[in-house]
């Protein structure tokens, strides 16, 4: 029986999984969780991982619905993977500010003076962005697909960080960026490397290419959020620091008791990622919350071209 609305909000955290994985099994959905969300919704998720990945699992799986825990540009991506399911984004205010800090427009005005550009799109972008894209790529599989890319004049939207720790890594196209990326990662300073390894002295320090080029330079690892899990879990050291969302360190200590994990910034909390509540995913397993995602066929279509152009190169 589903519980009253005041049996609800005295409910602890465990009791309401429950009733979670009661309802999700009951209504055959799917739950995604990104690996920046809280632990207690990870526990309740099918799925846990990176934003790619994650869409890749919801393609494969058997269920007509699925119900992304993340950001809006996520739930998107699953959607244009999965165009006949029914994709729910569990909270609708959850957007990721820097997938929607450039327009389509822009990127047609940019395209038209410059010819023969090849223009590059973070995965992290609107579906609306993306139909005016080459290609997609995730912070994983940038440097690998740009490096694949026929044309060496390549525009690299929307992050200049990720876009300049790819130009580095490619230097022989000429890759140019735009001022464009994430408030959360942008923000840490070279004074957190400094602090913290103070702190942490023999400590690894592990980062998102999304940080500062300061900060990536000074980082022993660089890699996604899934690059940076698998090198922890399989690195031999005991002390990391870890310069991405909060949530990668606090999960690490959970799958990796032996080790130690320290944030780079406490800072380093995306507010958006972490809008979703359990409520949130309740609500939306009884269909009175979150918000469905819908997408015109033209624009899916459109979009899908540089997604498979991604997993076609990656
Ligand atoms: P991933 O694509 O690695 O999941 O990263 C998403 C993101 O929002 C990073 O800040
Ligand atoms: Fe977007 Fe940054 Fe939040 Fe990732 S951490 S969802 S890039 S704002």
């Not at 876009?163 to 890594?169: D, R």
């Not at 990326?181 to 913290?196: K, L, N, R």
């Not at 870890?242 to 799958?255: D, M, N, Q, R, V």
């Amino acid at each position: 029986m589903r519980p009253l609305e005041k049996e609800l909000i005295t409910m602890k955290i465990p009791e309401l999984q429950q009733e979670i994985l009661r309802l999700k099994k009951e209504k055959d959905v799917c739950i995604l969780a990104h690996s920046y969300q809280t632990r207690e919704i990870t526990e309740v998720a099918d799925f846990t991982g990176d934003s790619f990945a994650l869409s890749v699992e919801a393609s494969r799986v058997k269920n007509k619905t699925v119900i992304m825990c993340g950001v809006r540009f996520m739930a998107e991506t699953v959607k244009l993977l999965s165009p006949e399911k029914t994709v729910f984004l569990a909270n609708a205010t959850a957007g990721c500010p820097m997938a929607e800090q450039m327009d389509k427009e822009m990127i047609a005005a940019f395209k038209k003076e410059n010819p023969g550009v090849t223009v590059v799109a973070y995965i992290n972008t609107t579906t609306d962005l993306k139909t005016v894209c080459d290609v997609c790529v995730t912070s994983s599989s940038a440097v690998k697909i740009v490096k694949k890319l026929p044309g060496d004049d390549i525009l690299f939207i929307p992050d200049c960080n990720l876009g300049s720790f790819v130009a580095k890594n490619v230097p022989d196209k000429n890759i140019r960026t735009l001022k464009g990326g994430c408030p959360i990662h942008a923000a840490v300073e070279y004074s957190a490397v400094e602090e913290a390894r103070m702190r942490h002295p023999g400590a690894l320090l592990l980062v998102h290419p999304e940080c500062v080029p300061k900060v990536t330079e000074a980082a022993d690892y660089v890699g996604s959020t899934k690059g940076i899990i698998d090198f922890a879990m399989n690195c031999e050291g005991r002390d990391f620091i870890i310069g991405t969302e909060i949530a990668i360190a606090s999960h690490l200590s959970y799958e990796c008791p032996g080790k130690n994990f320290y944030p780079l910034s406490k800072e380093l909390i995306c507010p958006n990622m972490k809008a979703t509540t359990l409520i949130d995913v309740y609500n939306t397993l009884l269909g009175q919350g979150g918000e469905e995602m819908i997408l015109d066929g033209e624009t899916m279509e459109k979009a899908r071209v540089c997604i498979d152009r991604m997993i076609e190169l990656g």
